[in-house]
């Protein structure tokens, strides 16, 4: 006899994913981005520690050149989107009910926030502010 409670088809049961369909991406996102912001991480400390000292105009110099201003978006980019994963991440193994839904929703727009903000300031140096 069939469970009436149960809407899943055997093969639906057989593969194990749940209903958002997801399956590992959630996991393959945060593995790839960390294992991109390894070395943007030694390039972003690198340039840092060549600008100690520096004066405001050679810190645009440095930004305007595209190589680094297009390296710094894309750690920003991966950094924040690995940062908004973790969260979520802990929000729903540890956070539940509506509280939930609410803090998840605060991680997106805090995560579109930041992504604004820091891209505003290194676009900014990169056009010679």
């Known amino acids: 006899m069939i469970n009436q409670d149960d809407m899943h088809t055997p093969l639906s049961r057989v593969r194990g994913l749940g209903s958002a369909k997801d399956g590992t991406q959630h996991f ?7 294992i991109a912001l390894v070395p943007l991480t ?3 400390a690198w340039v840092i ?8 105009a050679d810190v645009v110099a440095c930004f305007q050149k595209p190589s680094v201003a297009i390296l710094f978006l894309i750690y ?12 979520q991440v802990v929000i729903e193994d540890y956070v539940h009910g509506g509280t939930g ?4 929703i605060a991680n997106i ?3 579109i926030a930041m992504a604004t903000a820091c ?7 990169g056009f010679g502010g």
Do not use: C, D
Not at 49 to 56: C, F, K, M, T
Not at 119 to 125: C, E, M, S, T
């Open 28 to 34: 393959w996102h945060q593995r790839l981005t960390a």
């Open 42 to 44: 030694l390039y972003f």
């Open 49 to 56: 520690i060549q600008l100690v000292g520096a004066s405001h």
């Open 76 to 87: 920003l980019g991966a950094g924040i989107y690995h940062m908004k994963l973790g969260m």
């Open 101 to 104: 839904k609410a803090l998840l």
């Open 109 to 111: 727009f805090f995560a």
């Open 119 to 125: 891209g505003f300031a290194i676009l900014k140096l």
